[in-house]
């Protein structure tokens, strides 16, 4: 896979890319990230890459010039994603995340200001995403953020294969909760049934709980889950503990 951000702050961009999995996927061959400076194609000595609206009204726009010709200069393959980062865009998901890993190669527009001229969004852009309903100052951290959850997908990139397997959202669910030691920590114990090396139960205990979680947290995933005969029994299960517990 090939990423390609474009950007005014690039050494921003190339610092949140040097750590910890992103890196070393990097170094691995798993991925090929590339930061380029908007900069270098804006025309004229102050190598402008924004300008004020026409119409009138508060705020720079980023210039489509600079843009296309960033793009344009990548060579991008037919089926490369042309992703303008906007909060005006699809909310960006585990699902989507998933849906680009499976893509060639990834270019990344970074916004500022008031955002791209409509040109760039309509004629350069073959998506538009946001990362949440809230406005940034620029699309770096939304790079980043996409950079990130999408390269943990490619294959090779995490140790053990079934980390991503089990993630929060990567069914629909989110995961269950993780112990390490101590056993006891403050008179905190580690529940019984993950140390009893009995594996068919530690795994319906984890799944119960993703179950329990979902159903108490996020109600807009649980009335999308359809829970299979056995999450069924599961649920039954956890109905029953939960009338003892409060008769
Ligand atoms: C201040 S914002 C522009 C917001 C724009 N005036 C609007 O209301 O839609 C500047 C840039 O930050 C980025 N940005 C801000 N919030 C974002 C979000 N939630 N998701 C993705 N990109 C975002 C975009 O690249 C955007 O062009």
Same mark, same amino acid.
């Given at each position: 896979?090939? #990423?390609?951000? #474009? ?6 961009? &190339? ?8 890196? &070393? ?59 303008l980062l906007t ?23 970074c916004g ?17 995403i ?9 699309g770096?951290?939304p ?105």
């Amino acid at each position: 896979m090939r #990423i390609d951000v #474009i950007t005014i702050f690039p050494d921003m961009v &190339r610092a949140g890319l040097g750590y910890s999995i992103v890196k &070393r996927a990097q170094e691995a061959g798993h991925v090929r990230v590339a930061v380029h400076d908007l900069r270098d194609h804006a025309p004229g000595k102050h190598r402008a890459t924004d300008d004020s609206p026409y119409g009138g009204g508060a705020g720079m726009v980023m210039l489509p010039g600079p843009l296309f010709q960033a793009v344009e200069s990548l060579d991008p393959v037919p089926e490369a994603r042309i992703i303008l980062l906007t909060p005006q865009g699809e909310t960006f998901s585990q699902a989507k995340a998933r849906e680009l890993s499976e893509a060639p190669h990834l270019v990344l527009l970074c916004g500022h200001y008031e955002g791209f001229d409509e040109r760039v969004r309509r004629h350069l852009a073959t998506d538009e995403i946001s990362i949440g309903d809230y406005v940034l100052t620029g699309g770096e951290l939304p790079a980043l953020v996409i950079a990130d959850a999408v390269t943990r997908l490619l294959p090779g990139v995490l140790g053990n294969a079934e980390s991503a397997e089990a993630d929060t959202f990567t069914d629909g669910l989110l995961e269950y909760p993780h112990y390490t030691r101590p056993l006891d920590f403050r008179g905190w114990r580690v529940p019984d049934v993950l140390l009893s090396g009995h594996h068919a139960e530690i795994a319906k205990w984890r799944r119960k709980e993703q179950l329990r979680r979902t159903r108490e947290r996020r109600p807009d995933l649980w009335a999308e889950f359809v829970p299979s005969k056995s999450d069924q029994k599961l649920l039954a299960q956890l109905a029953e503990e939960e009338s003892e517990e409060n008769p």
